[in-house]
């Protein structure tokens, strides 16, 4: 059933060799339709690794990933109108992961993939202009992996010229 975490999800990530060699990663809070990331979230601060989240910016595509300074800071977050929890606006007191030592690895949502790294999002962009963004940080783009469940992987997703293929899917049976 979807919104359920999964054992062989977070198995999968923590296995994996980029996760393991990774010190800054960024990685989202999931929506009901989405794979569970709060026992990901966990583990990152269980390895002593530093976890970024999403606060996006309504009515743009602007997205900054602000560090989280632990799994229970996360209730300290604001619910938005998208049902999203994130950062409030005015709390500037978080590290932006590109003003300070960039990302390894960044965990990426989405509605659909195909197995040529093609991502379908929200529509909204907010990933691709981040990873624009990443691109122009010294550390450069980091390793971008995609939580799906089989059902979003397709024989082809619609792209944009502005679109970033990830480098890589996890995927899961119900």
């Given at each position: 059933k979807r919104g359920t975490s999964s054992w062989?999800?977070?198995?999968?990530?923590?296995?994996?060799?980029?996760?393991?060699?990774?010190?800054?990663?960024?990685?989202?809070?999931?929506?009901?339709?989405?794979?569970?990331?709060?026992?990901?979230i966990k583990d990152i601060f269980k390895q002593g690794k530093e976890c970024f989240i999403p606060r996006y910016k309504p009515h743009s595509n602007h997205m900054d990933m602000l560090k989280l300074s632990s799994a229970e800071d996360i209730s300290s977050l604001t619910l938005t109108s998208w049902n999203i929890l994130q950062p409030s606006d005015d709390d500037s007191a978080r590290e932006e992961a590109l003003a300070g030592g960039g990302l390894d690895l960044i965990f990426m949502p989405g509605l659909g993939f195909d197995k040529k790294g093609n991502r379908l999002g929200r529509g909204k962009g907010y990933y691709d202009t981040y990873l624009e963004r990443c691109m122009k940080h010294a550390r450069g783009k980091p390793y971008t992996i995609a939580l799906a469940f089989r059902e979003q992987i397709c024989e082809s997703v619609p792209v944009a010229e502005n679109d970033v293929q990830i480098d890589e899917i996890l995927y899961e049976d119900h």
């Open positions: 062989k999800t977070l198995c999968s990530v923590i296995s994996h060799p980029k996760y393991q060699e990774s010190k800054r990663i960024a990685i989202f809070l999931s929506m009901p339709d989405e794979i569970q990331t709060e026992e990901i």
